[in-house]
């Protein structure tokens, strides 16, 4: 398991988009193999606060990819249950995920595997906790009534099949949860602390998300950034790589 610790949230976002890069790039992933680990239900797809808005507005406009290789789970499927079972099977077919990015609510929770949540879990429905939809609401303009309650979601035992898992942590609200992540053990309240057990695991942080971790431990972490930084410097490029 890594560590990588940068001083706020801009230098951690930086890092983070340089070794995703640079990964990119070495594992050269054919089309149709970018998977979206999950969204609330009953949102309409052009909703502004429907995951498909959201990656289009955010990521996929601004880089060279069709979005219609990007496999995206439905929340208005008529069959929720059967949707998941076929977006596992892509998963399958496409060979397997080869880097799962993600981040966490202050609750630990990674995609919406929320506390209590199977630590073998597989992509499905799920009822969204009362932290997760107060946490939402201020993209509803604060009106509890408008945000989703359910969602679906990759399942913990989904991203642990991944090759390699990131996991983004910023911000001092997060830093109990970076805690229970890494100091303590394997919890099913704390569903991201399921990762320790991940062979290829790297956690991406602000120094305000270490302010619950050993002094110790943030020492041993930040003497290792020099080898960190050889994974994002030098920057690779496509066109070298061709």
């Known amino acids: 398991m890594r560590l990588v610790i940068l001083d706020n949230y801009d230098l951690a976002s930086e890092w983070a988009a340089k070794y995703i890069c640079n990964r990119i790039i070495q594992f050269k992933p054919c089309q149709g193999r970018y998977f979206t680990l999950g969204l609330p239900t009953g949102l309409p797809r052009d909703h502004p606060e429907s995951y498909h808005s959201y990656m289009w ?5 601004h880089i060279d990819i069709d979005p219609n290789n990007a496999h995206i789970l439905d929340g208005n499927a008529p069959d929720l249950q059967a949707e998941c079972d076929v977006f596992e099977k892509k998963i399958k077919e496409a060979g397997g995920i080869d880097l799962f ?5 202050p609750d630990g929770h990674i995609a919406f595997n929320e506390p209590g949540s ?13 932290d997760t939809i107060l946490a939402n609401a201020k993209y509803f303009d604060g009106d509890l009534s408008k945000v989703p309650t359910m969602a679906l979601t990759v399942g913990v035992g989904t991203v642990m099949d991944a090759r390699e898992v990131m996991i ?6 997060k830093a109990f949860a970076l805690y229970k992540a890494i100091e303590e ?13 991940h062979p290829r695991t790297i ?6 998300a270490t302010l619950e971790l050993r002094v110790k431990t943030v020492k041993y972490f930040k003497g290792l950034m020099h080898v960190h930084n050889k994974l994002v410097d030098p920057l690779y490029s496509m066109k070298e790589e061709n």
């Not at 199977?118 to 009362?130: D, E, N, Q, V």
């Not at 053990?185 to 399921?194: D, F, I, P, R």
Request: charged letters at 15%; proline letters at 0%.
């Open 101 to 105: 990015v993600g981040g966490i609510g």
């Open 185 to 197: 053990g394997v919890n099913h309240m704390w569903t991201v602390s399921a990762f320790q057990q």
């Open 57 to 61: 507005n955010n990521f996929f406009k």
């Open 118 to 130: 199977s630590l073998a879990s597989r992509t499905r429905l799920k009822t969204l906790a009362m």
């Open 203 to 208: 956690f991406v942080c602000d120094e305000d």
């Open 168 to 173: 983004l942590i910023t911000g001092a609200h």
